[in-house]
């Protein structure tokens, strides 16, 4: 008798409701810029789990030259998720932290504890403002 695929992703989702206010639970409001740094990475390590063994997951920055001079390049805004892909090289690399360029992204995402109509805009218009510059090129490549 096949598995329920279904059931599956319920317990990932019980999971993670079970461990983001573990934190919480224990510093209170103390920090909440803490908190949400704890969150990122939980949700990290789940998406580690899933993804092939060719992909890394990190935080940090994309760099993308400019071609106009060496001095002049784009650098996206900070990027609580990366999805990269490991076989080639990076830019920067200490612990989850990375620097790369366009060329190995594979997949990015903001992290939200809770979505209201204006922070949903508010990250809308952080992505169009700081990452619209890096989806041509992600595109270009499929």
Known sequence: ??????????????????????????????????????????????????LPSNLSVGTGFILKATG????????????????????KPILFSEGDFIITTTSNVRGILEVKSRITASSFEQVINQFDNSIADFIEEFNERE
């Open 1 to 50: 008798m096949p598995g329920n695929t279904r059931l599956f992703q319920e317990s990932i989702t019980q999971e993670l409701d079970i461990i983001k206010n573990r934190v919480r639970n224990l510093i209170g409001s103390a920090h909440w810029g803490e908190e949400g740094r704890f969150k990122e990475a939980v949700l990290k390590n789940v998406i580690r789990k899933f």
């Open 68 to 87: 106009q001079s060496d001095h002049e390049n784009i650098l996206s805004s900070q990027l609580d998720v990366i999805i990269y892909d490991n076989t």
